[in-house]
Structure formats: C-alpha cells, structure tokens
C-alpha cells in the first residue's frame, strides 16, 4: 500500500468552470475526510464520510461543493461555477475507525482559479 | 467558537538546541490532541497523539506535554538537527467523526 494518493496535484482553471477532484484513501480505511487550506493557514474541515454515507459538511461547504464516496472506496470532490476564492489546496485523508485516530493525509490538490 | 493559538511568529534556533512549540485553544475541552508535521506542497503526516488523562508523551527526540487546566500543549523536539525544519501543527480532535481542528501552524527552522 503506497498511502494516500490524490489526484490531480495541480490543476488551473478559469472562473466558472467545474473541477473535480479525485482521492483514493489507504484500503482497509473506513474514514475519509477532505480539507482545504490557504496559505500561511492550517487545514479546515469540510466533510466526512464513514464508508460511503457522508456523515458530516462544514458549513464552510457551499451548496457549489459536492463530495461522494462510492461504494466507500474512492472519493470525489466536484466544485461547480469556481470563484477566486476557492483557490486552495484540497487535501484528503483517512483513518480506521477504532484505531488511534491518526489520519494519513495525502499529497492534495492545488487547485488555482483564475 | 473554538479557537487554536500557535505560535504565530516563526521559530528560529540553532542545530542541537531543543525546539519548543506552544498551542494554546479555547472553548473546547478535546479528548485528545495531535501534532502533525507539514513540508512545503505536501500534506500534513502524523507525528504524536496525547490523551486528556496524559501528562507527557514521547516518541525519540520529540515530547509533548498536555495541561487540561491551562488549555495548553507543548512540543519539544530535543538536539534539533536541519532536516526537523518544518510546519508543525496542533489538531484538536472534534466530535464524533474525529475531524480534526487545526491551529494555523508554527514555522520551525533549524540553522546549521
């Protein structure tokens, strides 16, 4: 198992245009998280899946954010009409659950809306 | 709401002193704390993790320290070396997915 892997690592696209990001999490890891982080910052929260039910949104997640898990394997994350402001890099995670809880975080995604 | 002070200004210290890094959080009262470390353009990995009943948890050359009262962790990095020089960041652990609630990171360089 090589960890965490997300794809793409960078991706440039112009205001309002649609991306979607891909994050494949560690196999036997039933917990799946995505963040987002901004320069000089930590990351913040956006959403959890626990096997494919997503579970839990940040309100930080507008109604132009959308994320599934199917069959609790991969998951995307799709950002529809893009602003300025949702340049970021987009970083993805899992854990199993009854463990102690780490998360191995992969690569991310920096996404830069122009 | 909840908040997560780091040291916001960035450290700097000499090879082979020891590194101590402050997270400091309010209006929370966490289980469990971790510590993650961050390079440039990678994501955050793992380094320790202290529970509410810990005092003091170490792994090699790093420490970290736990006060329920104070609402405060330190985590030291003894005999630093070039290589620790990083992002370090403190992550409560929230609620009943786990999610994690990051500080804003402190930088750590190291000068040979």
């Known amino acids: 198992d090589t960890g965490v892997s997300q794809d793409p690592r960078h991706k440039i696209t112009k205001r309002g245009q649609n991306v979607t990001f891909r994050c494949d999490p560690i196999s036997e890891h039933n917990r799946l998280y995505w963040y987002r982080q901004t320069l000089g910052q930590g990351p913040e929260f956006l959403t959890y899946f626990q096997n494919e039910a997503q579970l839990e949104k940040s309100r930080l997640l507008s109604d132009r954010f959308s994320a599934e898990r199917p069959k609790g394997s991969f998951s995307t994350l799709e950002i529809q009409r893009t602003e300025q402001g949702d340049s970021a890099m987009y970083l993805c995670?899992?854990?199993?659950?009854?463990?102690?809880?780490?998360?191995?975080f992969g690569p991310g995604t920096r996404l830069t809306v122009l | 709401s909840q908040k997560i002070e780091q040291n916001s200004e960035a450290l700097n210290i000499q090879e082979g002193k020891t590194a101590t890094l402050t997270c400091n959080y309010t209006?929370?009262?966490?289980?469990?704390l971790q510590w993650y470390r961050q390079d440039p353009g990678r994501g955050p990995v793992f380094l320790l993790l202290i529970r509410e009943n810990e005092k003091e948890k170490r792994k090699e050359r790093l420490k970290v320290t736990f006060d329920t009262t104070l609402k405060q962790s330190l985590f030291h990095i003894t005999a630093s070396q070039p290589a620790d020089s990083a992002t370090y960041l403190c992550?409560?652990?929230?609620?009943?997915?786990?999610?994690?609630?990051f500080g804003t990171g402190t930088l750590l360089a190291v000068q040979p």
């Open positions: 992550a409560l652990v929230g609620g009943a997915t786990n999610k994690l609630i």
């Open positions: 209006n929370y009262s966490p289980a469990y």
């Open positions: 995670a899992s854990s199993f659950r009854g463990s102690s809880d780490e998360q191995f």
